[in-house]
């Protein structure tokens, strides 16, 4: 009878840790799955800042980016780049676009992002002034990438590519 308990007591407990990392992993896949028919997506995983772009499916590269001060400052979900800008302006300090004290970088991958029901165009994928900060949770909310790199994912990405932002 020992033994019996014992038994479904470890199976308990095994369902209770592998059981979710499954249904995890398996979500992740499928949410992936979803972007397969896309020429083209970006998957951005605020756990390991780390931004990856996919072409037909395939891994073509991935970088490191820096997200949001706070978890909730980076939104997350299923968005589109909405549009791409050169030497973008930031407004809230009034610095010109190319100025290297802005700290939006020289390119501006700018998002849709719609939550509740409400649709902001705030947030971007963008280069920056302090290369130190990549890699680390420091932005208000957009994703910031170094200048070289943005560069490069400028040149090859297309308006309306999906994105999506997960921990």
Partial sequence: MKSVLWFRAAVGLLCLFFIPTFVTAYAETSQLDKFTKHEQFIVIDKSSNKLFFYEKGELIKSFSVATGKKPS?????????????????????????????????????????????KTSYAYGIHGNNNEKSIGKYVSAGCIRMHNKEVRWLYGEIKVNTPVLIQK
């Avoid at 299923?78 to 973008?88: G, L």
């Fill in 73 to 117: 400052y980076t939104p997350e979900g299923m968005f589109t780049i909405r549009e791409k800008i050169k030497n973008r302006p930031y407004y809230k300090e009034k610095i010109k676009g190319g100025d290297p004290k802005n700290p939006l970088g020289d390119r501006w991958l700018g998002l849709k992002v719609t939550r509740n029901g």
